[in-house]
């Protein structure tokens, strides 16, 4: 993921200090399953350490992972836009440290603050352009004839 979409470079640190006073630090183990497709999506992490992949549902296939999270980055965009439902799945590919978020809270705090929520809604942006490109890439090199071309 480019440095961009980082929490450390994608907020500005007035808004990252007071984000991270509504966080909580959490772990899982290897293979957890933090989230599945189409659920509700309630809460969001920042990965402290290991690895969270992002998977997308192929029916009659195996689950493809689209892309791989490590420290700093956002798991979960799904709760900043209604109808707060998850796109994708995501599970632990390591023992996972990670600060979790209570969506609402976070939303409620958007709201109240326009420039918080402004800051907010352009670092998730972001993520989400850079998610989606990564998601064509993924699905280009698993599933078209010759790949994605780009390599």
């Avoid at 979790?100 to 109240?112: G, I, K, N, S, T």
């Amino acid at each position: 993921m480019t440095s961009t979409t980082t929490l450390a470079a994608g907020l500005p640190a007035e808004y990252r200090e007071r984000l991270m006073r509504y966080a909580r630090e959490v772990s899982f183990d290897t293979g957890a399953r933090l989230f599945e497709e189409g659920r509700r999506a309630d809460r969001f992490w920042i990965v402290r350490t290991g690895t969270v992949a992002l998977d997308l549902h192929v029916p009659g296939r195996r689950a493809a992972v689209i892309e791989s999270l490590g420290h700093g980055e956002l798991v979960g965009w799904s709760w900043h836009f209604p109808p707060h439902l998850w796109h994708l799945g995501a599970e632990t590919t390591s023992p996972v440290r990670a600060w979790e978020f209570d969506a609402e809270a976070v939303r409620v705090l958007c709201a109240e603050d326009p420039d918080f929520g402004r800051a907010i809604a352009v670092w998730v942006g972001r993520v989400v352009a850079h998610r989606l490109h990564a998601t064509r890439v993924r699905l280009l090199d698993l599933y078209a004839p010759y790949g994605s071309g780009s390599g």
